[in-house]
């Protein structure tokens, strides 16, 4: 069965043949070519530098067999023919049969300029940069099809360049232009070829370097029929449907291999090839699964990459049972997948959602990289306080050298220690699924009683471990934070002793924390509880005086302790529960 598939394969190729041979080809030179100021009385035509910059980059394409200019010049001497001003089309047609060309590159140039730029210097005198030329050109560009005598394609390009001289600008600017016209044309010069064989997904095709083959090209696989015989111009028609995609991974000089990494059961010997410009998204299976870990059957001879994500794929057919006659499928995604190891032609993953409904042998989709999840939180809850009180009594003199000296007095004889407050916080994170952490920066604000409340930012970083799987989560985590906790006086002293500036004592604080939270995820709502360890702790307090005439101006000077009714106040424990909302 094989031979008789070989054989009805190698007559097709035969017929088919012609229709994908690297073209003859060539290229008339432009026309328009203007010298711009600067230009030398011998300068060498634009025209002349242009046509051999091409005709070498369609040389390193492998995709034509190009006739270069000396064979060209020598054909057009012996007809007594020659390219002096405009070639029209007809011309341009006969000279193409004469030199048996299939296709012919004919353009002018719409605009070439050179500039002299000056030496620059700085206002003392010393020189910033070099004189230099700086050069433009632009030209349109039109693919002459002989046979048919008409224009197939067209694309308009431009280039620049930079020297310190004349020609040197001039010629950088024409190897620019000339990468942007093969460039342009690159999408009409795709390259075609054959299944020649094929073992599962890995198939040989028969082009090779000979043709411009490269490793890590993409190929398009259709289907033949009767239109891709009497196809002439190469084109695919609408009716030739597209059955799979392949990667190359091998290359010899007059073939290669690569991997199918969609369609791979439709393929067949003989099916026609067309390069493709633009990378796939590349399909597989799931080979081996384990708890959230699984193995799928491709690697780096597709391309993929550690970090690559895919889809899970669960496809449902629309059938009538009593017939069994199939009359759709539809798929949808139910899990997805991360890619932590890539090996030659295999890779493992871990599932990062639908862990409990991917199965061994599910088709796998890749898709866009994964996305941090942006979110917000509400909390709050208790803190514990230790405090240490003063029962100081007595008056006493304070005094800076703002606002001059104050007598004050003070009775804490009955005061009483505190080991409670209430905090409120929001925060906003991000969690980055595929590695189970997420960080985030909160606000803290603490009120403990009518004369103690404050604030503190806290950034922190927390790594999630599944106790269900993507349900219920366990987080330890570390943070580091900064606070501010604010202390009133009695008898308004602090807005005396500040001439009314300020009211408060305030003591701040940088702190280091370790955090233990657990959350219950229900879709986009995460409701969660934690406790926090902190080192925060204040025991120098300060008061605000105004400096100068400027309202923002201020200085703090440090208060005696003995006037501070609570000289030392640490938060070694906060509890919190609250709820997230992720976007």
Do not use: C
């Amino acid at each position: 069965m094989k031979t008789i598939i070989r054989l009805s394969f190698l007559l097709l190729y035969f017929s088919f043949a012609n229709d994908i041979k690297p073209k003859n080809i060539t290229v008339i030179p432009f026309e328009g070519w203007k010298y711009p100021k600067y230009s030398r009385q011998n300068s060498v035509n634009g025209r002349e530098i242009l046509t051999d910059k091409i005709i070498v980059r369609l040389i390193k394409t492998n995709r034509f067999n190009v006739i270069n200019r000396e064979n060209l010049d020598e054909v057009l001497k012996e007809q007594k023919l020659q390219f002096s001003g405009i070639v029209d089309m007809n011309t341009a047609v006969e000279i193409g049969n004469l030199i048996g060309v299939d296709k012919m590159i004919k353009g002018s140039f719409t605009g070439n300029s050179v500039e002299y730029v000056k030496e620059k210097y700085n206002k003392k005198g010393k020189k910033t940069s070099d004189a230099y030329y700086t050069a433009n050109i632009s030209a349109s560009i039109k693919m002459l099809e002989v046979e048919t005598a008409m224009y197939t394609e067209a694309v308009e390009a431009r280039g620049s360049g930079i020297g310190n001289n004349y020609e040197t600008a001039q010629n950088n600017a024409l190897d620019e232009l000339s990468d942007n016209i093969i460039k342009g044309f690159e999408k009409f010069f795709k390259i075609k070829g054959y299944l020649t064989e094929i073992n599962k997904s890995n198939v040989i095709i028969d082009r090779g370097k000979n043709v411009g083959i490269k490793n890590g090209m993409y190929f398009e696989v259709f289907e033949l029929n009767e239109n891709s015989k009497n196809n002439k111009t190469g084109l695919i028609g609408s009716d030739v449907k597209k059955i799979g995609t392949m990667r190359i991974n091998y290359v010899d000089e007059k073939y290669a291999k690569g991997r199918v990494f969609s369609g791979q059961n439709n393929i067949r010997i003989g099916n026609l090839i067309r390069e493709s410009k633009h990378a796939f998204y590349t399909e597989a299976k799931i080979l081996e699964k384990t708890k959230n870990k699984v193995v799928i059957n491709a690697g780096r001879d597709l391309g993929l990459s550690k970090g690559s994500t895919f889809n899970v794929v669960e496809t449902n057919e629309i059938k009538d049972y009593s017939t069994g006659e199939i009359y759709a499928s539809e798929t949808k995604n139910i899990g997805k997948i991360f890619l932590t190891e890539i090996g030659p032609n295999f890779a493992k993953g871990k599932i990062i959602k639908g862990q409990n409904k991917v199965k061994n042998g599910m088709i796998i989709k890749e898709t866009k990289s994964l996305q941090p999840h942006f979110g917000v939180s509400l909390s709050g809850g208790p803190i514990e306080l230790v405090s240490k009180v003063n029962y100081t009594v007595g008056t006493f003199e304070i005094s800076n050298r703002f606002t001059g000296s104050h007598e004050v007095e003070v009775d804490y004889s009955a005061n009483e220690s505190i080991d409670r407050g209430f905090h409120l916080n929001i925060s906003s994170y991000i969690r980055k699924t595929e590695y189970n952490y997420f960080g985030g920066l909160g606000l803290d604000l603490f009120n403990i009683d009518a004369k103690l409340g404050g604030w503190a930012f806290e950034g922190s970083l927390n790594k999630q471990l599944s106790l269900l799987p993507e349900i219920f989560y366990i987080s330890p985590g570390i943070g580091f934070g900064y606070g501010q906790l604010k202390q009133s006086l009695p008898n308004d002293i602090v807005n005396v002793i500040t001439n009314r500036y300020s009211d408060r004592l305030h003591s701040n604080s940088l702190y280091f924390s370790l955090n233990l939270n657990t959350s219950i995820y229900l879709g986009k709502i995460n409701i969660f509880g934690g406790f926090s360890y902190r080192t925060m702790s204040f025991s120098d307090w300060y008061y605000s005086v105004k400096i100068g005439n400027k309202e923002e101006s201020k200085e703090s000077i440090k208060i005696p302790i003995d006037l501070v009714p609570f000289s030392k106040i640490s938060i070694p424990a906060v509890l919190k529960i609250g709820i997230r909302y992720e976007f």
